[in-house]
């Protein structure tokens, strides 16, 4: 049973350019979340995405954009690209609400580096 | 405005030794608590899962303790050992559906 699986896991962009990451959720669930973890601190939420639809979101400019698809994986698109975007970039995924127990799971994240 | 606090940022001790890792929170209207272990570079993997209703869950060496009336939460680890190095972030549900996460403890096992 494969887990949280991110794409790329490293990746290497200018300023301003824009930049998708990948996420595919662990099997059997359909809600996925995004995360940003700078060096040396915690991950902070961005946003959330469920049957489709952005659920809810965190405190991010709307540079940052996403998408989850029918087969419930999701994509993080980051416009115009600031130095300070540069961090990990965390995909979590949990269960369906009927089951849910409120636990994450987390992939081993995208390694983003603005130059 | 729900915060997470971990302290200290970071702690050695020697293999073998238990150790305990503190987080508070502010807010005790909370979800769940989750501890998570992060090796350099990588990403998060689940330890336990506390919810609002627990006060405690155990996982083979570690146990952590949920007390919300002060706002705390421990992960104990006995018996340490090197491969323990890493990481380990607390991590809370307010009830929103998102985690607000603490700076995590950078802990190291001394052989």
């Known amino acids: 049973d494969a887990g949280v699986t991110q794409s790329p896991t490293h990746l290497i962009k200018t300023r301003g350019q824009q930049v998708t990451l990948r996420c595919s959720p662990k099997s059997g669930h359909d809600t996925v979340s995004w995360y940003q973890q700078a060096l040396g601190q915690g991950p902070q939420f961005i946003f959330q995405y469920y049957e489709e639809e952005e659920r809810q979101r965190g405190n991010f400019p709307d540079r940052f954009s996403g998408h989850q698809f029918p087969n419930y994986s999701s994509e993080l698109n980051v416009n115009a690209l600031l130095l300070g975007d540069s961090a990990l970039y965390l995909c979590?995924?949990?269960?369906?609400?009927?089951?849910?127990?409120?636990?994450?799971?987390f992939g081993e994240g995208s390694r983003l580096t603005v130059l | 405005k729900q915060e997470v606090t971990q302290i200290p940022a970071a702690l050695s001790v020697p293999e073998g030794e238990n150790l305990v890792l503190n987080c508070s929170f502010t807010?005790?209207?909370?979800?769940?608590l989750q501890w998570f272990r992060q090796d350099p570079g990588k990403g998060l993997t689940s330890l336990l899962l506390i919810q609002s209703s627990q006060r405690e869950q155990t996982s083979g060496r570690l146990n952590a303790s949920l007390d919300k009336s002060s706002g705390r939460s421990t992960l104990y680890i006995a018996a340490s050992q090197p491969g323990d190095s890493a990481t380990y972030l607390c991590?809370?549900?307010?009830?929103?559906?998102?985690?607000?996460f603490g700076t995590g403890t950078r802990l190291t096992i001394i052989p």
């Open positions: 991590a809370v549900n307010f009830g929103n559906e998102k985690l607000t």
């Open positions: 807010d005790s209207a909370i979800y769940n």
């Open positions: 979590a995924s949990s269960l369906p609400l009927e089951e849910h127990t409120g636990e994450l799971f």
